[in-house]
T-cell receptor, first 115, second 111 residues
Framework: GAGVSQSPRYKVAKRGQDVALRCDPI?????LFWYQQALGQGPEFLTY????????KSGLPSDRFFAERPEGSVSTLKIQRTQQEDSAVYLC?????????????FGPGTRLTVT | RKEVEQDPGPFNVPEGATVAFNCTYS??????FFWYRQDCRKEPKLLMS?????NEDGRFTAQLNRASQYISLLIRDSKLSDSATYLC????????????WGLGTSLAVNP
């Protein structure tokens, strides 16, 4: 069956470039989460959407990070003026529940390398 | 100090061994607990939720000790396919939309 998909799978950006990462959640899932996972670390929460509403963006590390989910389905995470410390795997997850207390289904991630 | 702490390992064990991981959390208001498994260069997948009374799923047993604020995962009769990173995850009562992750414990099961 269709799971969470993310694109691109790999992205190399020069420092200062803008990037856009896409997430297609499981159809019908209400909740969508973005995480950042640095090498050797656990995922770090970035932001949460309930349908099209961004209810929590407390984990976004700076105002260079912006996420949207305009129609309550596909989501895009945009990073402006990328820096080397932005290099990480960006994971998207979705869930049918309105919170994080049930299983989240993760996409394969986008591995971003900023040179 | 991180809110969720795990020994990163690696744990190297022979097939058939029993291995246990612990995880400590600092927020006494933590209300939900999980173990996720992550294979190398793959996404995390839920292994099991952790209930107050403890729970078992086949060879895997999870326990919660609220008084001491730690969670454990026991793997019996370990298989080569159990080799992965095991991530401890909590949710705090103040924000049930946010998973807080440990950095994971690496397990290698050897033939």
């Amino acid at each position: 069956g269709a799971g969470v998909s993310q694109s691109p799978r790999y992205k190399v950006a020069k420092r200062g470039q803008d990037v856009a990462l896409r997430c297609d959640p499981i159809s019908g899932h209400v909740s969508l989460f973005w995480y950042q996972q640095a090498l050797g670390q656990g995922p770090e929460f970035l932001t949460y959407f309930q349908n099209e509403a961004q209810l929590d963006k407390s984990g976004l590390p700076s105002d260079r990070f912006f996420a949207e989910r305009p129609e309550g389905s596909v989501s895009t995470l945009k990073i402006q003026r990328t820096q080397q410390e932005d290099s990480a795997v960006y994971l998207c997850a979705s869930s049918f529940r309105h919170d994080a207390t049930y299983e989240q289904y993760f996409g394969p991630g986008t591995r971003l390398t900023v040179t | 100090r991180k809110e969720v702490e795990q020994d990163p390992g690696p744990f190297n064990v022979p097939e058939g061994a029993t291995v246990a991981f612990n995880c400590t959390y600092s927020n006494s208001a933590s209300q939900s607990f999980f173990w996720y498994r992550q294979d190398c260069r793959k996404e995390p997948k839920l292994l099991m939720s952790v209930y107050s009374s403890g729970n078992e799923d086949g060879r895997f047993t999870a326990q919660l000790n609220r008084a001491s604020q730690y969670i454990s995962l026991l793997i019996r009769d370990s298989k080569l396919s159990d080799s992965a990173t095991y991530l401890c995850v909590v949710i705090n009562a103040g924000n049930n939309r946010k998973l807080i992750w440990g950095l994971g414990t690496s397990l290698a099961v050897n033939p």
